[in-house]
Each structure stands twice: as structure tokens, then as C-alpha cells.
């Protein structure tokens, strides 16, 4: 194989993984227009794409309105993924989290520049498996930054920060020092900064080398999460957080608790 040829692949595998990117917003499905328009894709190129994805199950095609959406491919793998990750064995976990302290409660993976949203309460079944939010602006993601994997922690890669309130840190440095703080606290707050009137509290779920293979978040409203109550939400989330780790990690790679 040439370079030129190897390039060439390269660059038709990332336009295939733009095509189905298009969905994780929860559209149900797509036009080849739209498709080649969010892609910025000629016409010609996202029907090309659309058509292989067609063939090898990765997208599925209305008969009636020609319009593309994700097929059984996707649908198989990420039940696999789920259920090899363990997920399908927390909801209790979470649900019980929720009841305790009568807030919303999340877990997520970082994925790039976002905090996914796996399980939980923030979910909408209408809108798909999913749901990404920035690592910046979000508790859940300061907890995945703070305790990053290796080769995730430069803050750069996040590229600009972009202001989801009035309260959003969008200066990387700032975002820094708020890392520190939460590394010394051991958890993660958002209070306003991604939507108005809304507080949430974040901690790890840890492996052995101290990093956030996942993160667990409880949010409400200032008035439930208020200032002299944030200690106890975050107990309780970090004792559920404890459970994940056996549920979640391999024994090999979980912590040892006293």
C-alpha cells in the first residue's frame, strides 16, 4: 500500500465516522443534503459514504422518505459495549443514589472533548442512548478532567472554551486552578455554569491508578444542593461511587479500600 493510498483510507474513514457523528444530536434521521451539509461534504461524497454505511448495517434507509438513520450495526455494538462495561448492573445503584438524596443523578465517559452521558437520569429515551456535554462547563466533566487519563490532561485540546452562562469559565487558566481545587476537595461543582439555576456535584469513580474511568454526578437546584448540604450529597455520592468501581472496573484495577 503507498502513503498516498494509506492517506486516502485515513481520510475515508474519518468522513465515515462524520456521517454517523451527524446523529448524536437525537435526529431520527437525515438527508443526504443534511448529511453532506453538516459534514461540509460535497452531495455526491455523503451519498458515496451513506451508501457503504448503508451496506455494512451502520446506517438504514427509510424506503419512503430516502432519508438515512442508524442501523443495526451501531444498535449491536453498543449494546455490546454496554453490556461488556458492565452498565447494565448500575441503574439500581443509581436509582437508590436518586430516592437518597431526591436529585438527578448521571454517570458518564469522556469521549474527546465531552463528558458522555451513559445512565441516568438526564437521559431521554426520544433523543437516543447518549448524551455529550463540554468538559469544561460541566461538574461531571471537571471530574474527568481533573482526574484525566493518560495523554488527556492537556487542557489545550480542549480548544476555546465557549460560555454556556454567565457563569462558565472560558479562560484556561482559570480552568486550571479549578482543576487543583477540585483534585484537593476530591469532587467536582457546577453551579450555573452550564444552565441557569441548576447546581451539580461530581466525584470519580477512580481505578487503582487514580484515574476517573467514569464520572457520577448528582444535580438539582441550588435550594435542594444548598452550601451547607453539599458535604452530605457528597458522601452519598462518593459511597455509590464505591459500588461502581466493583461493578464497573476489573479486580485487577480497582482500589483498595481500609
Not at 13 to 20: D, E, S
Not at 84 to 92: I, K, T
Not at 199 to 209: G, I, M
Amino acid at each position: 500500500m503507498t502513503a498516498s493510498s494509506r492517506v486516502d483510507g485515513v481520510q475515508s474513514v474519518l468522513r465515515a465516522v462524520g456521517i454517523l457523528n451527524c446523529f448524536r444530536e437525537g435526529e431520527p434521521a437525515l438527508t443526504v443534503s443534511e448529511l453532506a451539509r453538516r459534514t461540509g461534504l460535497s452531495t455526491s461524497t455523503a451519498h458515496r459514504l451513506a451508501r457503504s454505511l448503508l451496506d455494512t448495517g451502520f446506517l438504514e434507509q427509510d424506503v419512503e422518505t430516502a432519508c438515512y438513520r442508524l442501523g443495526p450495526s451501531i444498535t449491536e455494538l453498543g449494546q455490546l459495549s454496554f453490556h461488556r462495561r458492565g452498565l447494565h448492573e448500575v441503574a439500581p445503584e443509581l436509582g437508590q443514589l436518586a430516592r437518597v438524596t431526591s436529585a438527578t443523578v448521571d454517570l458518564a465517559v469522556r469521549n474527546g472533548p465531552h463528558a458522555v452521558i451513559l445512565v441516568g437520569g438526564s437521559l431521554n429515551p426520544d433523543r437516543g442512548i447518549g448524551l455529550h456535554r463540554p468538559l469544561h462547563s460541566t461538574a461531571l466533566g471537571k471530574v474527568l478532567l481533573a482526574w484525566a487519563l493518560p495523554g488527556n490532561g492537556d487542557l489545550a485540546a480542549l480548544g476555546p472554551l465557549q460560555a454556556q452562562t454567565q457563569r462558565t469559565i472560558i479562560d484556561h487558566a482559570a480552568l486550571r486552578a479549578e482543576l487543583d481545587q477540585v483534585r484537593q476537595s476530591g469532587y467536582a461543582l457546577n453551579d450555573g455554569e452550564s444552565s441557569e439555576g441548576v447546581r451539580t456535584v461530581a466525584v470519580p469513580v477512580l481505578d487503582r491508578a487514580d484515574h476517573a474511568r467514569y464520572a457520577l454526578a448528582v444535580r438539582a437546584t441550588p435550594r435542594l444542593i444548598g452550601d451547607a448540604r453539599i458535604p452530605w450529597f457528597v458522601k452519598q455520592a462518593r459511597a455509590c461511587a464505591r459500588v461502581l468501581e466493583v461493578l464497573l472496573l476489573p479486580p485487577a484495577e480497582r482500589r483498595w479500600h481500609s
